[in-house]
Protein backbone atom coordinates (compact mmCIF):
# COMPACT_ATOMS: atom_id res chain seq x y z
CA UNK A 1 0.00 0.00 0.00
CA UNK A 2 1.16 3.39 -0.85
CA UNK A 3 1.36 6.29 1.57
CA UNK A 4 -0.35 9.38 0.89
CA UNK A 5 1.44 12.39 1.69
CA UNK A 6 0.34 14.66 4.20
CA UNK A 7 0.06 18.46 2.98
CA UNK A 8 1.71 21.14 4.95
CA UNK A 9 0.30 24.64 5.01
CA UNK A 10 2.37 27.71 3.70
CA UNK A 11 4.00 29.45 6.06
CA UNK A 12 2.82 33.19 5.97
CA UNK A 13 4.23 34.46 9.15
CA UNK A 14 7.17 36.30 10.11
CA UNK A 15 7.96 34.27 13.29
CA UNK A 16 11.24 32.15 12.82
CA UNK A 17 10.81 28.43 12.99
CA UNK A 18 12.58 26.82 15.68
CA UNK A 19 16.12 25.33 15.60
CA UNK A 20 16.60 21.72 15.80
CA UNK A 21 19.80 21.36 17.91
CA UNK A 22 21.13 19.86 20.91
CA UNK A 23 23.00 21.67 22.94
CA UNK A 24 22.61 23.25 26.50
CA UNK A 25 23.22 26.60 25.55
CA UNK A 26 21.49 29.26 23.08
CA UNK A 27 20.81 32.49 22.68
CA UNK A 28 18.17 33.61 20.15
CA UNK A 29 18.46 37.48 19.76
CA UNK A 30 15.61 38.73 18.39
CA UNK A 31 17.04 40.56 14.55
CA UNK A 32 16.44 43.06 12.55
CA UNK A 33 18.00 44.18 9.41
CA UNK A 34 18.89 47.29 8.18
CA UNK A 35 16.11 47.92 6.71
CA UNK A 36 13.63 46.21 9.32
CA UNK A 37 13.50 43.22 7.73
CA UNK A 38 13.14 40.06 10.81
CA UNK A 39 15.87 37.81 10.52
CA UNK A 40 17.49 35.77 12.78
CA UNK A 41 20.85 35.82 14.83
CA UNK A 42 21.54 33.27 17.62
CA UNK A 43 24.94 32.78 19.86
CA UNK A 44 25.74 29.28 20.69
CA UNK A 45 27.28 29.75 24.74
CA UNK A 46 30.52 27.89 25.57
CA UNK A 47 30.79 29.06 29.21
CA UNK A 48 33.51 31.44 28.50
CA UNK A 49 33.75 34.80 27.73
CA UNK A 50 37.16 35.37 25.97
CA UNK A 51 36.53 32.94 22.64
CA UNK A 52 37.17 34.41 19.52
CA UNK A 53 33.62 34.40 17.85
CA UNK A 54 32.74 33.03 14.11
CA UNK A 55 29.62 33.86 12.24
CA UNK A 56 28.50 31.24 10.08
CA UNK A 57 26.36 32.30 7.04
CA UNK A 58 24.11 29.53 5.18
CA UNK A 59 23.67 29.21 1.96
CA UNK A 60 20.03 30.39 -0.11
CA UNK A 61 17.50 28.03 0.90
CA UNK A 62 19.11 26.53 3.93
CA UNK A 63 19.02 27.91 7.72
CA UNK A 64 21.25 28.03 10.28
CA UNK A 65 20.22 24.26 11.09
CA UNK A 66 22.75 23.77 8.13
CA UNK A 67 25.66 23.68 10.90
CA UNK A 68 23.72 22.18 13.48
CA UNK A 69 22.34 18.64 11.88
CA UNK A 70 22.04 16.87 15.15
CA UNK A 71 22.68 13.44 13.51
CA UNK A 72 26.25 14.19 12.67
CA UNK A 73 29.06 15.83 14.35
CA UNK A 74 28.29 19.50 13.09
CA UNK A 75 29.87 22.70 12.46
CA UNK A 76 29.01 24.22 15.92
CA UNK A 77 30.22 21.19 17.91
CA UNK A 78 33.51 21.56 16.04
CA UNK A 79 34.14 25.27 16.16
CA UNK A 80 32.51 24.51 20.84
CA UNK A 81 35.04 21.98 21.21
CA UNK A 82 38.13 24.18 19.66
CA UNK A 83 37.85 26.89 21.71
CA UNK A 84 35.22 29.26 19.25
CA UNK A 85 31.96 31.00 19.87
CA UNK A 86 30.16 30.03 17.30
CA UNK A 87 27.52 33.03 15.87
CA UNK A 88 24.67 32.11 13.36
CA UNK A 89 22.38 34.69 11.16
CA UNK A 90 19.66 33.31 9.83
CA UNK A 91 19.06 35.95 6.69
CA UNK A 92 16.73 36.57 4.46
CA UNK A 93 17.28 33.94 2.39
CA UNK A 94 17.15 31.49 5.12
CA UNK A 95 14.24 29.25 5.25
CA UNK A 96 13.35 29.40 8.73
CA UNK A 97 11.85 32.90 8.03
CA UNK A 98 8.73 33.13 5.31
CA UNK A 99 10.42 35.37 2.51
CA UNK A 100 11.38 32.83 0.10
CA UNK A 101 7.55 32.16 -0.68
CA UNK A 102 5.84 35.39 0.95
CA UNK A 103 6.78 38.96 1.63
CA UNK A 104 9.09 41.27 0.48
CA UNK A 105 11.30 40.00 -2.57
CA UNK A 106 14.75 40.78 -2.37
CA UNK A 107 18.26 40.76 -3.98
CA UNK A 108 21.04 39.35 -2.69
CA UNK A 109 22.44 43.16 -3.04
CA UNK A 110 19.98 43.73 -0.06
CA UNK A 111 21.72 40.81 1.81
CA UNK A 112 25.38 42.49 1.31
CA UNK A 113 23.88 45.69 2.46
CA UNK A 114 21.42 45.17 4.90
CA UNK A 115 22.02 41.67 6.39
CA UNK A 116 25.37 40.54 6.93
CA UNK A 117 27.00 44.13 8.32
CA UNK A 118 24.10 44.83 10.47
CA UNK A 119 24.79 40.99 12.33
CA UNK A 120 28.64 41.73 12.22
CA UNK A 121 27.85 45.45 13.98
CA UNK A 122 25.92 43.46 16.24
CA UNK A 123 27.83 40.69 17.77
CA UNK A 124 31.15 43.16 17.40
CA UNK A 125 29.10 45.21 19.84
CA UNK A 126 28.93 41.93 22.00
CA UNK A 127 31.89 40.69 21.85
CA UNK A 128 34.01 44.16 22.13
CA UNK A 129 37.63 43.49 20.98
CA UNK A 130 38.48 39.97 20.75
CA UNK A 131 38.63 38.47 16.99
CA UNK A 132 35.69 37.43 14.52
CA UNK A 133 35.34 35.32 11.93
CA UNK A 134 33.21 34.63 9.63
CA UNK A 135 32.79 30.99 7.54
CA UNK A 136 30.50 31.27 4.77
CA UNK A 137 28.19 29.10 2.17
CA UNK A 138 27.31 29.59 -1.22
CA UNK A 139 25.18 32.47 -1.52
CA UNK A 140 26.37 33.07 1.87
CA UNK A 141 29.56 33.66 0.92
CA UNK A 142 28.62 36.00 -2.42
CA UNK A 143 26.83 37.83 -0.26
CA UNK A 144 29.62 38.21 2.17
CA UNK A 145 32.23 38.97 -0.50
CA UNK A 146 30.17 42.21 -1.54
CA UNK A 147 29.87 43.38 2.27
CA UNK A 148 33.48 42.86 2.09
CA UNK A 149 34.78 44.37 -0.84
CA UNK A 150 32.09 47.00 -0.30
CA UNK A 151 34.02 47.66 2.98
CA UNK A 152 31.02 47.47 5.02
CA UNK A 153 32.86 44.47 7.54
CA UNK A 154 36.04 45.27 8.59
CA UNK A 155 38.05 44.35 9.86
CA UNK A 156 37.24 40.49 10.41
CA UNK A 157 40.40 37.95 11.46
CA UNK A 158 39.44 35.61 8.64
CA UNK A 159 37.21 34.71 5.72
CA UNK A 160 36.41 30.74 5.24
CA UNK A 161 34.58 30.33 1.69
CA UNK A 162 32.67 27.37 0.73
CA UNK A 163 31.70 26.68 -2.64
CA UNK A 164 31.77 30.23 -4.52
CA UNK A 165 33.36 33.31 -3.53
CA UNK A 166 34.59 35.97 -5.99
CA UNK A 167 33.97 34.38 -9.56
CA UNK A 168 30.49 32.47 -9.88
CA UNK A 169 30.95 29.80 -12.79
CA UNK A 170 27.46 27.81 -13.12
CA UNK A 171 27.26 24.88 -15.57
CA UNK A 172 26.53 26.33 -18.93
CA UNK A 173 23.67 23.76 -19.85
CA UNK A 174 22.54 25.31 -15.82
CA UNK A 175 22.56 28.53 -17.44
CA UNK A 176 20.65 28.13 -20.19
CA UNK A 177 17.90 26.47 -18.43
CA UNK A 178 17.74 29.74 -16.12
CA UNK A 179 16.65 31.71 -18.88
CA UNK A 180 14.39 29.03 -20.27
CA UNK A 181 12.99 28.07 -17.24
CA UNK A 182 12.69 31.32 -16.02
CA UNK A 183 11.17 32.23 -19.35
CA UNK A 184 8.19 29.65 -18.77
CA UNK A 185 8.20 29.33 -15.24
CA UNK A 186 7.63 33.31 -14.89
CA UNK A 187 3.43 33.18 -15.21
CA UNK A 188 2.65 29.97 -13.73
CA UNK A 189 5.13 29.50 -10.30
CA UNK A 190 7.22 32.07 -8.31
CA UNK A 191 9.00 29.59 -6.41
CA UNK A 192 10.33 25.76 -6.98
CA UNK A 193 9.18 23.81 -3.55
CA UNK A 194 11.31 20.69 -2.48
CA UNK A 195 8.57 19.50 0.05
CA UNK A 196 6.60 17.10 -2.02
CA UNK A 197 3.94 16.83 0.74
CA UNK A 198 3.95 20.92 0.69
CA UNK A 199 2.60 20.71 -2.52
CA UNK A 200 0.56 17.42 -2.80
CA UNK A 201 0.74 14.27 -5.46
CA UNK A 202 -1.04 16.55 -7.67
CA UNK A 203 -0.57 20.24 -8.43
CA UNK A 204 0.97 22.65 -11.00
CA UNK A 205 4.20 21.18 -9.32
CA UNK A 206 3.72 17.88 -10.62
CA UNK A 207 5.28 18.37 -13.84
CA UNK A 208 8.55 19.62 -12.34
CA UNK A 209 9.03 16.56 -9.40
CA UNK A 210 8.39 14.15 -12.63
CA UNK A 211 11.34 15.83 -14.44
CA UNK A 212 13.26 15.82 -11.27
CA UNK A 213 12.71 12.06 -11.17
CA UNK A 214 14.05 11.36 -14.70
CA UNK A 215 16.86 8.81 -14.09
CA UNK A 216 16.44 9.45 -10.67
CA UNK A 217 18.22 6.43 -8.32
CA UNK A 218 16.72 7.42 -5.28
CA UNK A 219 12.87 7.28 -4.52
CA UNK A 220 12.48 10.05 -2.45
CA UNK A 221 10.80 13.18 -3.86
CA UNK A 222 12.51 15.88 -1.91
CA UNK A 223 16.20 14.25 -2.64
CA UNK A 224 15.17 14.41 -6.35
CA UNK A 225 14.48 17.73 -6.83
CA UNK A 226 18.08 18.45 -4.65
CA UNK A 227 20.19 15.87 -5.73
CA UNK A 228 18.91 14.91 -8.95
CA UNK A 229 18.11 18.05 -10.25
CA UNK A 230 18.76 20.99 -8.46
CA UNK A 231 15.32 22.82 -8.23
CA UNK A 232 14.79 22.25 -12.13
CA UNK A 233 18.56 22.86 -13.22
CA UNK A 234 19.47 19.71 -14.09
CA UNK A 235 22.64 19.15 -11.73
CA UNK A 236 23.69 17.71 -8.34
CA UNK A 237 23.71 19.69 -5.52
CA UNK A 238 25.48 17.11 -2.93
CA UNK A 239 27.05 12.98 -3.13
CA UNK A 240 24.39 11.46 -2.37
CA UNK A 241 26.69 8.67 -0.54
CA UNK A 242 28.16 11.16 2.22
CA UNK A 243 24.71 12.25 3.75
CA UNK A 244 23.16 9.77 6.37
CA UNK A 245 20.18 8.15 6.37
CA UNK A 246 18.68 10.66 9.09
CA UNK A 247 19.69 13.74 7.59
CA UNK A 248 18.73 12.26 3.76
CA UNK A 249 15.12 12.00 5.35
CA UNK A 250 14.93 15.70 6.64
CA UNK A 251 16.56 17.24 3.52
CA UNK A 252 13.11 19.39 3.32
CA UNK A 253 13.21 20.65 6.90
CA UNK A 254 16.85 21.93 5.65
CA UNK A 255 16.22 23.10 2.49
CA UNK A 256 13.14 25.22 1.25
CA UNK A 257 11.63 26.30 -2.07
CA UNK A 258 13.63 28.61 -4.25
CA UNK A 259 12.18 31.56 -5.39
CA UNK A 260 12.22 31.48 -9.18
CA UNK A 261 12.65 35.78 -8.68
CA UNK A 262 15.80 35.48 -7.81
CA UNK A 263 17.14 33.64 -10.69
CA UNK A 264 17.94 37.00 -12.95
CA UNK A 265 20.37 38.18 -9.84
CA UNK A 266 22.22 34.87 -10.80
CA UNK A 267 21.84 34.83 -14.06
CA UNK A 268 23.99 38.40 -14.30
CA UNK A 269 26.55 37.01 -11.81
CA UNK A 270 27.09 33.59 -13.91
CA UNK A 271 27.25 36.18 -17.20
CA UNK A 272 29.59 38.44 -15.94
CA UNK A 273 31.82 34.96 -13.87
CA UNK A 274 31.87 37.55 -10.85
CA UNK A 275 30.18 39.10 -8.29
CA UNK A 276 28.09 42.00 -9.41
CA UNK A 277 25.26 44.55 -7.94
CA UNK A 278 21.82 44.07 -8.91
CA UNK A 279 20.46 47.73 -7.95
CA UNK A 280 22.30 49.50 -10.74
CA UNK A 281 20.66 52.96 -10.81
CA UNK A 282 18.90 52.52 -7.54
CA UNK A 283 21.32 55.44 -4.84
CA UNK A 284 20.38 53.25 -2.06
CA UNK A 285 22.46 50.83 -3.04
CA UNK A 286 25.44 53.07 -4.22
CA UNK A 287 27.33 52.01 -1.17
CA UNK A 288 27.84 48.51 -2.89
CA UNK A 289 30.65 47.72 -6.04
CA UNK A 290 29.19 47.87 -9.43
CA UNK A 291 31.47 44.68 -9.43
CA UNK A 292 32.89 43.13 -6.26
CA UNK A 293 35.82 41.36 -7.85
CA UNK A 294 36.96 44.71 -9.84
CA UNK A 295 36.89 45.88 -5.96
CA UNK A 296 38.69 42.61 -4.30
CA UNK A 297 41.73 45.07 -3.15
CA UNK A 298 39.18 46.16 -0.43
CA UNK A 299 39.82 43.02 1.05
CA UNK A 300 41.47 43.71 4.31
CA UNK A 301 42.02 39.74 5.38
CA UNK A 302 42.92 36.12 5.25
CA UNK A 303 40.52 33.98 3.03
CA UNK A 304 40.44 30.47 2.76
CA UNK A 305 38.19 28.91 -0.24
CA UNK A 306 37.02 25.75 0.09
CA UNK A 307 35.55 23.37 -2.38
CA UNK A 308 34.37 20.26 -3.07
CA UNK A 309 36.52 18.17 -6.31
CA UNK A 310 32.46 17.10 -7.10
CA UNK A 311 30.12 20.66 -6.99
CA UNK A 312 28.20 20.00 -9.11
CA UNK A 313 27.15 23.49 -8.74
CA UNK A 314 30.11 26.39 -8.82
CA UNK A 315 32.42 23.60 -10.39
CA UNK A 316 36.27 25.19 -10.29
CA UNK A 317 34.84 28.77 -9.11
CA UNK A 318 36.47 28.52 -5.85
CA UNK A 319 40.16 27.44 -7.90
CA UNK A 320 39.44 29.85 -10.39
CA UNK A 321 39.06 32.31 -7.49
CA UNK A 322 42.48 31.91 -6.08
CA UNK A 323 44.02 31.86 -9.73
CA UNK A 324 42.38 35.09 -10.59
CA UNK A 325 43.22 36.97 -6.89
CA UNK A 326 46.48 35.87 -7.36
CA UNK A 327 47.07 37.41 -10.38
CA UNK A 328 45.05 40.72 -9.98
CA UNK A 329 45.43 41.54 -6.15
CA UNK A 330 48.90 39.32 -5.35
CA UNK A 331 49.07 40.91 -1.89
CA UNK A 332 46.31 39.38 -0.42
CA UNK A 333 46.76 36.07 1.56
CA UNK A 334 43.99 33.74 -0.69
CA UNK A 335 44.40 29.85 -0.43
CA UNK A 336 42.18 27.10 -1.56
CA UNK A 337 41.71 24.01 -0.42
CA UNK A 338 39.99 21.46 -2.41
CA UNK A 339 38.10 18.34 -0.90
CA UNK A 340 37.92 15.10 -2.53
CA UNK A 341 34.83 13.20 -3.25
CA UNK A 342 32.28 15.94 -1.46
CA UNK A 343 29.94 17.83 -3.56
CA UNK A 344 28.52 20.77 -2.33
CA UNK A 345 25.79 20.78 0.49
CA UNK A 346 27.56 17.84 2.37
CA UNK A 347 30.74 19.74 2.93
CA UNK A 348 28.76 20.93 5.66
CA UNK A 349 25.79 18.27 6.49
CA UNK A 350 27.50 15.17 5.00
CA UNK A 351 28.03 12.36 7.58
CA UNK A 352 31.90 12.19 7.40
CA UNK A 353 32.71 16.34 7.35
CA UNK A 354 34.30 16.83 10.58
CA UNK A 355 36.71 14.37 9.72
CA UNK A 356 37.35 15.25 5.73
CA UNK A 357 36.75 19.08 6.05
CA UNK A 358 35.72 20.87 9.28
CA UNK A 359 39.41 20.17 10.27
CA UNK A 360 40.72 22.45 7.17
CA UNK A 361 38.19 25.30 8.88
CA UNK A 362 39.99 25.00 12.13
CA UNK A 363 43.63 24.86 11.01
CA UNK A 364 42.93 27.92 9.08
CA UNK A 365 41.14 29.72 12.04
CA UNK A 366 43.95 28.58 14.42
CA UNK A 367 46.32 29.17 12.18
CA UNK A 368 44.95 33.02 11.60
CA UNK A 369 44.03 33.95 15.31
CA UNK A 370 47.79 32.71 16.17
ZN1 LIG B 1 18.12 10.17 -2.15
Given at each position: MTRTPKLRRVRTDAALRPLRHRLADVEEIPFHAADGVRLGLTRVGTGSTDRPAVLLLHGHTASADMFLVPEIRNMVDVLVDNGYEPWLLDWRGSCRLPYNETGRRYTYDDVALHDIPAAVSYIRGRIGDRPLFAVAHCIGSIALSMSMTAG??????GVVSQGVFLTPRLPGRMSRRMTVAGELMKNRFDHIPVDFRKVGLWSKYTPLFALAARKAQCPDPTCQILHNSAWGMGISLFVHGNLSETTHDRLADLFGPAPLWILPHLRRMALAGSVVRWNDTDHRYGALPVNALDA????DTRVLLLAGSENGLWQDSQKVCRDVLANRQPQLDVSYVEIPGYGHLDTFIGRGAALDVFGHIVDFLDKTRS
Open positions: LVPGLAAGRI
